[in-house]
């Protein structure tokens, strides 16, 4: 159960954080933008899932799920005050392989379909 779930946050990550890649793929037809505009409201979600899920199952595939999920949830650091400073370093840090990161998480979570 928990690596379906996983499966489902990479590939949702995924197409978030390599939007900017996945769009220029896809040409005119904005698929990508069509399901990246679905699942925005939910990047807290899939960002927590994508902390948590490979913690609960560890292996070393998770660490890109985290650093995914660590992206994702940029934006909520300001209210994990003891850790925002850390966290936002760490952020900073990954943010030029945003979507490197994010191609890595749509393919683990196709490859974890099967």
Known sequence: MIGLLLTI???SGGILLGLATLDKWDGESNFFNKIAGFLTPFQTVIGGALVVLPIL?????GIVSVLGGVLLLTHVFGKVPALESSLRKLSEKLMPFKAI?????LVLGILGLF
């Not at 199952?57 to 595939?61: A, E, G, P, R």
């Open 101 to 105: 990161i994010g191609i890595a998480l």
């Open 9 to 11: 946050a990479n590939i």
């Open 57 to 61: 199952k560890f292996s070393v595939i």
